[in-house]
């Protein structure tokens, strides 16, 4: 009876070890992490120019799946399919991507559909508008975070914040250099006028960045006649096409298409001088970003070259 019970008990035994070593095997431990790794897997739609365009320097541009209609993406984030305007997102079309995070600014939308997302168990971020460096920063945190890249945000908040101060120091070079050159914008859209680009706009901002003063006193988008814009002389015009994919055109060309459209315009000191220059249409979405900071610094070292 002893020799039974003894006998058992070692078979229990082996029961136990074979049991254990079935847990710890490597096979074991590879399963686990696929979980995990499936967990932790980042599924993101980017909803507006200016989080896009932070997500891609924060070198984020695996994680996508989708971005809106506004947003560019180099050629080899091709696949990246691409979706409605960011103020009317489809959430039936997001959705069947399958994203864990949809990222957007302040106006995306509609909230009918930000809130089917989130009954879903999408997580959804809207970013606040970027008027200034810190706001700026701390959405390039927030992204930082949420797409676990913490040190590629140090580095990009410490990069924009170089850009930012070495623009300031053009702007104040040019505003030494005595009276502001005055800019005017125009966005140029197929089928309509130009219209003229005034206080509170985003060429408003990018103009004030670079030092120059922007000609247009009033507020918003006006459609201006020729013989307006002549009265106005602006120093420099700078032009935008409104359009979803990024202009082949060079700057020469557009220049030679609105002069032919507004004659009068060569009677400008812009037109005299050739001062007419484009704007990458994605400076003018998302507020204070990637591109605006770009684009402002462009025109502030064109205004220092006009001044030496």
């Known amino acids: 009876m002893l020799f039974q019970a003894t006998k058992i008990s070692l078979s229990k035994v082996v029961v136990i070890v074979s049991a254990l070593s079935a847990l710890l095997s490597p096979s074991a431990f590879s399963a686990e992490t696929d979980v995990e790794s499936t967990e932790s897997e980042i599924r993101l739609v980017s909803a ?9 320097a924060l070198d984020a541009g695996n994680e996508l799946v989708a971005i809106d209609s506004t947003s560019y993406v180099p050629e080899g984030l091709s696949h990246v399919a691409k979706l409605g305007y960011h103020r ?11 994203p864990t995070l949809v990222v957007g600014s302040d106006v995306m939308g509609p909230e009918t559909t930000l809130n089917v997302l989130k009954q879903a168990h999408i997580q959804v971020v809207q970013l606040p508008a970027t008027n200034d460096e810190p706001q700026l920063m701390s959405n390039v945190d927030t992204l930082g975070q949420l797409l676990n890249r913490p040190d590629n945000a140090i580095k990009l908040k410490q990069d924009l914040h170089q850009q930012l101060q070495s623009l300031a120091d053009k702007k104040q070079q040019i505003s030494d250099a005595g009276a502001q050159p005055k800019i005017l914008f125009m966005l140029l859209q197929e089928g309509r006028g130009a219209r003229v680009g005034g206080k509170g706009t985003a060429a408003d901002t990018i103009i004030a960045l670079s030092g120059a003063q922007n000609i247009a006193e009033f507020d918003g988008y006006k459609s201006m ?6 009265s106005l002389q602006p120093d420099i015009i700078l032009l935008s096409k409104r359009s979803d994919k990024p202009t082949e055109q060079t700057n ?20 005299k001088n050739g001062h007419i220059q484009t704007l990458a249409p994605q400076a003018l979405l998302g507020g204070l970003g990637i591109s605006a900071i770009s684009a402002a610094d462009t025109l502030a070292s064109t205004l220092l070259k006009q001044n030496q």
């Open 252 to 271: 020469a060309h557009i220049a030679q298409e609105l002069m032919k459209e507004m004659p009068l315009l060569a009677h400008t000191p812009a037109g």
């Open 225 to 230: 006649s020729q013989e307006g814009i002549l």
């Open 88 to 98: 009317m997102l489809s959430a039936e079309g997001i959705i069947a991507l399958s």
């Open 48 to 56: 507006g120019t200016g989080v896009t365009e932070l997500v891609l």
